[in-house]
């Protein structure tokens, strides 16, 4: 699959997990989080710390969400972005898109290894999702 494929195919299921998501509005985490919001779409943040983020529940890793998900979005710096994957290998997780500043080599192959769906190296879910700053 090319970039757009893959990125139709990403979206075109339901839920997604917001990975490195963040109370902090500034933040890329949390703006990935709201454009989903934004778009009406069931998501659940990811953080090992917070319990709550944007009035919405949030799960300390993959793990432990209440359901399955479709796809995961990461925010995370590479290393942490390596343990996700292997997270959501374990898990049997099929679609990822590692947002810009998230990916490594590492990261990368071990999810096309895994026969993991994986977006990476440029494209920007705010852009997909048509994210407003001001909504």
């Known amino acids: 699959m090319n970039t757009e494929q ?7 299921g339901s839920p ?7 109370r902090k509005r500034d933040k890329y985490g949390n703006k990935v989080l709201r454009a989903y919001l934004q778009n009406r779409r069931v998501v659940f943040p990811v953080h090992p710390s917070l319990d709550e983020i944007e009035g919405l529940a949030a799960f300390r890793d993959l ?3 209440p359901q399955a998900v479709h796809g995961v979005s990461i925010i995370t710096p590479p290393p942490v972005t390596e343990r ?12 990822l898109w590692m947002q810009p500043g998230a990916e490594s080599e590492q990261a990368v192959e071990l999810a096309q290894q895994a026969g993991l769906h994986v977006i990476w190296g440029g494209p920007c879910i705010l852009v997909a999702l048509r994210f407003r700053e001001d909504a």
């Open 84 to 95: 996700v994957i292997a997270e959501a290998v374990q898990l049997g997780l099929k679609y």
């Open 16 to 22: 997604h997990a917001v990975v490195g998501a963040s």
């Open 6 to 12: 893959l990125i139709a195919a990403f979206l075109s």
């Open 63 to 65: 793990a432990s969400l």
